[in-house]
């Protein structure tokens, strides 16, 4: 098993057994983890070894945060938290009216 670079996240098993789905869990954990600050999630296949559960299954918690509009998924770049794309957005503008201004 992988360990999680990751301590913002809560860690602990998922259930198996009952009406909500691993991928729902899965999700909802990791949305009360950005909520609370968390700008780093841990990749895909720390994720999937983490709460041993499926890559598929990771990719589907992902699909639903990225629906919700907390994460950006980009195709061989990543996941990154939505709020630090704003900041880094915020601080580019910044960086370019202050040029701009001498």
Request: charged letters at 30%; a positive charge; glycine letters at 6%.
């Amino acid at each position: 098993m992988v360990e999680p670079s990751v301590s913002g996240v809560c860690w602990a098993p998922l259930r198996r057994t009952g009406r909500v789905a691993l991928y729902r869990q899965l999700a909802d954990r990791l949305r009360a983890a950005i909520l609370d600050g968390e700008r780093r999630l841990p990749t895909e296949r720390e994720l999937a070894s983490g709460f041993t559960v499926a890559r598929i299954t990771v990719r589907a918690a992902l699909d639903l945060l990225a629906a919700d509009d907390l994460i950006l998924r980009r195709r061989r770049h990543g996941t990154v938290v939505r709020g630090e794309i704003d900041d880094v957005a915020a601080r580019g503008a910044k960086d370019m009216s202050s040029s701009s201004s001498m």
